[in-house]
């Protein structure tokens, strides 16, 4: 069966369309079902660095994954990176992410991705 040019587009736009919503997948090591252990409101600090100027106590790796799901679609950003961190930090009881790294690239099962993690950390007045 040959598929002409229109055909072709009608096919691409088509699966753009049922794509829909769901543009972007997430991935961490921490599991979504994880009790939120800090509100949903609550301040949580991104840093590339240490934050030497606040005492803080450790908890723990966070590692997260944005990955867009068809070609058609914008890479995954650093500020979406940093959502996913945010998100995950709470689920821990996190207050500050420390020590970010970014890496983005196309993977065997992504048009593109952008990874994040660092240390989580509960900052202590």
Known sequence: MKLNKFGFLVLAVGLSTLSGCSTYRTSSNIPSQTASAIDKTSQVIISEGDI????????????????????????PTKEQANEALI???????????????????????????????????????
């Open 87 to 125: 998100e995950k930090a709470r689920m821990v009881g996190a207050n500050a992410v420390v020590n970010v790294s970014y890496k983005s690239g196309v993977g065997l099962t992504t048009w593109g991705y952008m990874d994040a993690k660092g240390t989580g950390v509960k900052i202590v007045e």
């Open 52 to 75: 030497k100027d606040r005492n803080y106590e450790e908890i723990g790796p966070i590692e997260v994954s944005v990955k867009k799901l068809t070609v058609f679609h914008k890479d």
